[in-house]
Every structure is written in C-alpha cells, then in structure tokens.
C-alpha cells in the first residue's frame, strides 16, 4: 500500500469505520431501552474486534495467531458476566 495514493487508504478506513457505525448506533439507540450501559459497551467491543480481526487477517495480510481465539475467549467471558443475572 506504500506506492498507493492517501485517499485510497482514507476511504478503505473510513469505510471501515463506517460499516461498524451502521452496526453499533442502531444497537445502541434500540439497546438502551432494554441493556444497561455496562452491557452496550461489552457488546461495541465485540461487534468493534468482530469488523477489525477480519479486516486486519484478509485486507491487511496479517498472520492468523491463536492470541485471537483467546482474545476471542476472553471476550466471551466478559459477555458472559456483564450479561448474567
């Protein structure tokens, strides 16, 4: 991407970051009738990490590593005690 113009990387980015806007407001705007704060920032990292890990692995060339399935882990953990009752 080095001989690649800036703007060709501006709007692969911002499309980017875009695409996980159309995914967490619509959430959050509907979410907060029925979740808590705790609860919707949980769920903006998981759908944040679930549009970057993707990107990062097919568009940026990155090597798939087992830290992403324990990241991935992890962050189930946290869906599971932010969402018990």
Do not use: H
Request: aromatic share 20%; charged share 10%.
């Amino acid at each position: 991407m080095g001989g690649r113009a800036w703007y060709i990387a501006a709007f692969a980015s911002w499309g980017l970051a875009l695409f996980e806007y159309l995914l967490q407001v619509p959430a959050n705007r509907v979410g907060y009738t029925q979740f808590n704060l705790s609860q919707l920032k949980i769920m903006q990292e998981v759908i944040a990490l679930s549009v970057f890990v993707p990107f990062a692995v097919y568009y940026m060339g990155q090597p798939v590593k087992l830290d992403y399935l324990w990241a991935g882990c992890c962050l189930m953990g946290a869906v599971f005690f932010i969402f018990r009752a």
